[in-house]
């Protein structure tokens, strides 16, 4: 079956750094997403990872491990709008598939 | 402007109606997709579309029809055989098959509320 495991809250003070894991188990895996999606909104798009290693997109950085079916993604300089949820989504033969999310508070 | 449009943005419907929510892109994507969201849940598949004039259920299609005449529009009818309806419903496009991989772009959801 398919599976996507995160955890379902994290707490964080603001100019931090917070990294949300993300476990999954998939058939035809062709990559992995992450999204953001503020409360009430849409999801957006962060990162794709197709290959080993880590992607750094400024203050976001995501990382993969295909042979251990696991990504994170890394937050820095932690701003109080970086409040959201946070999406794994692996790509399984070009289909999205979507975990619960990681709800992240920032506090000051 | 490029992007998805999704109306209405919020939808009140009585008990035993059917209800239309209408999405239309001009991305000129292949692919398009309705998700329906839960509080404090992930995103479900309800049905997408890979090309006109055929579509696909997706995991919790029950209750729920679509259309594809056109590339642009693929709109959802929520029945009243859909035991649960209140939730926000997300539309979404992608490159399709042919494109690659799948990213996704949304709309602005619908939020739909059976009183």
């Known amino acids: 079956g398919q599976n996507i495991d995160q955890p379902t809250e994290m707490t964080a003070t603001e100019g931090a750094i917070v990294q949300i894991n993300c476990t999954y188990q998939t058939s035809g895996f062709n990559g992995l997403f992450w999204y953001q999606q503020h409360a009430g909104e849409a999801p957006t798009f962060l990162s794709y990872?197709?290959l080993d290693g880590l992607e750094e997109k400024g203050r976001f950085s995501s990382f993969l491990s295909r042979s251990k079916g696991y990504s994170y993604l890394l937050l820095k300089e932690l701003q109080m709008k970086d409040s959201a949820s946070y999406l794994c989504?692996?790509?399984?033969?070009?289909?999205?598939?979507w975990g619960a999310g990681t709800k992240l508070i920032i506090k000051p | 402007d490029g992007g998805i449009t999704q109306s209405p943005k919020y939808l009140f419907r009585k008990e035993g109606q059917n209800v239309t929510l209408s999405c239309e892109q001009n991305l000129n994507h292949d692919a398009m997709y309705w998700y329906r969201q839960d509080p404090g849940q992930g995103l479900r598949l309800i049905y997408y579309?890979?090309?006109?004039?055929?579509?696909q259920k997706g995991d919790i299609a029950e209750g729920y029809s679509v259309s594809r005449e056109k590339k642009e529009s693929f709109p959802l009818t929520v029945t009243s055989a859909q035991k649960n309806p209140t939730a926000f419903y997300l539309c979404a496009t992608g490159r399709g098959l042919t494109g690659g991989p799948g990213e996704l772009f949304f709309g602005e959801g619908s939020r739909l509320t059976v009183l």
């Open positions: 989504a692996p790509d399984s033969n070009y289909q999205l598939i």
């Open positions: 990872n197709v």
């Open positions: 579309s890979q090309i006109v004039n055929d579509f």
